[in-house]
């Protein structure tokens, strides 16, 4: 038992905030009265949330260098804008316009990261006046209108889902099925780098703890698909949030690519003079980040189904404070794309339950910024008691 | 005979493992300069610091009597509050505010809240006066020279009635002309009644100004030299501040040199602040395969560029030379280059150079050599912490787990941890920068051991330090460094202290006739 307590508080931080949700969730279902976990609003809370998810995973790359992007916002808006005119005015066919609207979302992060890398301008100020610079180029191809409609597949990539006219039970098929291959997939990977680290003869959880960790990931999978089931089904967009996380978490946490960013974060000088190639980490990173933006940007355009001037304003706060949530670190050197998405669901359910409450706009933002504080207050003061024992 | 102004009387002060200052006493006369001198580490700026407050009363064990009062500083006001001011060796000045600004920051003259500008200047002025600086108070420090500088340090301590003047090595960064300037300024402040304490490595300078001399070695007082008819040599002080026997501190090695496999031929690189001044002149050295040739030298005198100059340039600009590896020249522009060469460089900072802090273990030793645990990127964790764990194993690094921060870890660990990243990168020429730095005598046996180690497996060892005894212990062959240039050579039993230390002293006196001629 007394290894149980000792697990927890060392590992607090990276469940605290997972803790902190499952109350969340809770309390607002409760509160709502069931209305939280209904499966239309379980489907809503994944259409409303994608793009900040989305965000979130670049903004923590660019966090964990100690550094943000204020720009994520307008490259929303004019990315939309870009192509809404490649494939509204021009007529583009879909494919060659996504990919043309995803190089330029490219681009626009590779300008942001030749100056942050190469000239070695502050971050904080290039990406200020990338905020400027591309919420004034919206306004200009827009001509201060909107641009629609998309194309049938553009409105489907965020309100679309898995097609197929399957069902068990009155439920849809595929969603129990892709829930079920999702969980053996999991438990398979699990027990298999548990049985690797055994073999290295490391230290591995208690068998107790670990099977409690799988089931209640596989319960909450299964809960997931069951409600996108009983809806729908599985969102499109849920499915690329999730390739994406599998592939950024994969990145940031088995990758060369990854350690040096965050060795990086946690030293420049020391991580240059171990052949980390800092400027070369830092222009990827905020390339990264144009590109997540470009992804963000379509989706937002498909889920209003017009390009509008005003798309993605302060979108960079709601990412920001997502990975802040998650336990990233303001001063570099720390984050996880898994904790981000928790942070970034925090604010979500935050923002979906207030308003199935009818707690008014105003309110809604007073609390976001306390739970903001109070996260990372928690996350400093946990971290001050790690450090002095 | 004058009053004593100061008596420091059996100060001890213990770090972590370490005994800094061992019952040290000092008494200082009224109106004189005493000079305090000693090797790097010896314990004068950690006395200084006791003395200024920066360990406060009851971070130390003895007492100390300013002007017959028992004084217990808390901190550095309550010090200076009593007349004693210390400018430390890197200047405390603020570049972007103007003179006058710094020479009353913290001390503004100021009603209500409200500073009176007008006699802010006017007051300045005066001191300036005092100190010989004819500048307008309103200029910003960064547009006056180091020199300058120093004498805005001192005019800001005239400011808050100074009767005990520390100087932390103040000519360390001036020329002879500044440094004489400096110098005549506090015998002319001496006259006034102020009192100096001067830490100096420069001795001619200390024979020249000072009445008194004490010695420090091993935070012990060895002696107090008077001076006072200027008749002390600086023979007679390097004999008191070296005059040790060396005691087996350092473990044996027995292994065979082999053939040369590293060299450096002409390097030369400037300054990146000042493109015209040159930091390395000229420099060519070797080492061969198995030996440990050191890199003697005062701190500021090169060496450390030097290093980071080979690795990968990472110090200065308009670099020229070249570095040959087993008769091969070497391009090499970055550091992933170096140390795809195989060459390593420990840096003396380990702190701010060598490691992430917030970081664990595990993380710090693979930093430099992922590739060697990975498979296209991919980073496989358990052969990771296989390794990692074997270093841990082989360098006594002595942690609750790989996953413990470094920054919880203790110096002499974190030092392990650093050369643990870079044995790991299988290097040919390693490079180390104050291997033993703010470590304990226990931990910096075993880090002997690992280079004697090191060398028996035939890497070329190249060890930069600026404790002499360490030096004289370890390396087979010693260049004597200063002012960027190697200035001497010499063989495991041609070495000694003095023999370094005269190096550097007929090298200055050259330099100094080059000067005048």
């Known amino acids: 038992m007394g290894k149980l307590t000792s697990f927890f508080k060392s590992n607090i931080r990276q469940y605290g905030m997972v803790i902190a949700l499952l109350f969340i969730m809770l309390f607002f279902q409760v509160i709502t009265g069931g209305i939280l976990f209904k499966p239309m609003n379980v489907t809503n809370l994944v259409l409303q949330n994608s793009y900040v998810l989305i965000l979130g995973v670049g903004m923590l790359l660019c966090i964990v260098t100690g550094n943000v992007d204020l720009s994520v916002g307008s490259v929303v808006a004019f990315v939309g804008a870009v192509s809404a005119v490649l494939m509204i005015d021009l007529k583009i066919p879909v494919v060659a316009g996504v990919f043309l609207t995803l190089l330029i979302g490219l681009m626009v992060g590779s300008f942001h990261g030749f100056f942050i890398a190469f000239l070695r301008i502050p971050p904080f100020i290039v990406t200020l006046a990338g905020m400027l610079i591309f919420r004034g180029l919206t306004m200009v191809i827009l001509k201060g209108q909107t641009k629609a409609p998309f194309d049938k597949s553009i409105q489907n990539i965020a309100a679309g889902f898995i097609p197929g006219d399957w069902h068990i039970g009155g439920l849809n098929g595929i969603a129990i099925v892709i829930g079920i291959v999702m969980s053996i997939l999991f438990v398979v990977s699990q027990l298999n780098s548990r049985a690797k680290k055994k073999k290295y003869d490391f230290e591995v959880l208690p068998i107790g703890l670990e099977i409690a960790k799988i089931t209640l990931i596989v319960v909450a999978i299964n809960l997931l698909t069951f409600n996108l089931a009983a809806y729908n089904g599985i969102p499109i967009v849920l499915i690329l949030l999730g390739v994406l996380i599998f592939i950024y978490t994969f990145i940031t946490q088995r990758t060369i690519a990854g350690r040096h960013i965050y060795a990086l974060g946690g030293n420049e000088k020391a991580a240059r003079l171990s052949g980390v190639k800092t400027q070369k980490v830092m222009f990827w990173v905020y390339a990264n980040m144009g590109f997540l933006a470009a992804i963000a940007g379509l989706v937002v355009a498909g889920r209003l189904n017009a390009a509008t001037p005003k798309a993605g304003t302060n979108f960079e706060l709601d990412a920001i404070a997502a990975c802040y949530i998650g336990g990233a670190s303001a001063s570099g050197g720390v984050g996880t794309v898994v904790g981000t998405i928790v942070g970034g669901l925090v604010m979500g359910v935050l923002n979906n339950g207030m308003s199935i409450l009818g707690v008014s706009v105003d309110w809604q933002q007073t609390i976001k910024g306390l739970v903001l504080l109070g996260a990372v207050c928690f996350d400093v003061y946990t971290k001050s008691r790690n450090t002095s024992r | ?517």
Not at chain 2, 148 to 162: D, F, G, M, R, T
Not at chain 2, 224 to 247: A, C, F, H, P, W
Not at chain 2, 443 to 448: L, P, W
């Open chain 2, 1 to 517: 005979m004058a009053e004593i102004i100061l008596e420091m009387k059996e100060i001890t002060k213990n770090f972590t493992g370490v005994r800094a200052l061992d019952r040290v006493s000092l008494t200082v006369f009224d109106d004189e300069i005493h000079a305090l001198v000693g090797e790097n580490g010896a314990g004068k700026s950690t006395l200084m610091k006791v003395l200024s407050g920066v360990y406060p009363h009851g971070s130390y064990e003895g007492t100390i009597y300013f002007k017959g009062k028992e004084c217990q500083f808390r901190d550095i006001r309550d010090s200076e509050h009593m007349g004693i001011v210390i400018i430390h060796q890197e200047l405390a000045l603020i570049p972007y505010l103007s003179i006058a600004e710094n020479i009353f920051l913290g001390n503004e003259q100021a009603k209500n809240g409200v500073i009176n500008w007008d006699e802010t200047v006017a007051k300045a002025k005066q001191i300036l006066k005092k100190v010989g600086l004819d500048e307008n108070p309103n200029t910003l420090i960064a547009d006056i020279g180091v020199g300058k500088q120093q004498l805005v340090e001192i005019a800001k301590a005239l400011s808050k009635n100074v009767q005990l003047l520390i100087l932390d090595e103040p000519t360390a960064a001036l020329n002879d002309e500044e440094s004489n300037k400096l110098l005549d300024l506090l015998v002319e402040l001496k006259g006034h009644g102020i009192t100096s304490i001067l830490i100096s490595h420069k001795l001619n300078e200390i024979t020249k100004v000072a009445d008194s001399v004490t010695v420090i070695r091993d935070g012990r007082v060895i002696e107090t030299l008077q001076n006072d008819k200027r008749s002390l040599d600086e023979d007679r002080i390097i004999k008191s501040m070296v005059g040790r026997e060396i005691v087996d501190r350092f473990p044996k090695r027995s292994v065979e040199i082999g053939e040369e496999v590293f060299r450096v031929e002409g390097l030369t690189v400037h300054d990146p602040n000042n493109e015209d001044r040159q930091v390395i002149k000229n420099v060519s050295f070797n080492v061969r395969k198995g030996e440990v040739v050191g890199f003697a030298g005062l701190m500021g005198a090169g060496r450390t560029e030097i290093a980071m100059s080979i690795f990968g340039k990472s110090y200065g600009i308009h670099h020229r030379g070249k570095i040959i590896k087993n008769g091969r020249e070497l391009r090499i522009n970055t550091v992933p280059e170096a140390i795809e060469h195989g060459i390593a460089y420990v840096t003396e900072d380990r702190k701010n150079y060598g490691l992430v802090l917030i970081d664990d273990i595990r993380t710090n030793v693979s930093l430099a050599s992922l590739k060697s645990v990975s498979t296209f990127t991919v980073i496989d964790e358990n052969r990771e912490t296989q390794i990692a764990n074997e270093y841990r194993d082989k360098l006594k690094i002595k942690c609750a787990s790989l996953s413990q921060k470094v920054e919880n870890l203790s110096g002499g660990n974190q030092q392990k941890v650093v050369l643990g990243k870079w044995i790991m990168a299988n290097p040919d020429i390693l490079i180390l920068d104050e291997p033993t730095r703010g470590i304990d005598v226990g931990a910096k046996y075993e880090i002997y051991t690992i280079i004697n180690k090191l060398a028996a497996e035939g890497k070329a060892i190249l060890m930069i330090s600026s404790e002499m005894p360490e030096l004289l212990g370890m390396c087979d062959r010693i260049y004597v460094i200063t002012e960027g240039q190697i200035v001497g050579e010499l063989s495991r039993h041609e070495a000694s202290q003095e023999a370094i230390m005269k190096k550097i002293i007929e090298h200055q006196k050259l330099s100094r006739q080059r000067i005048s001629a």
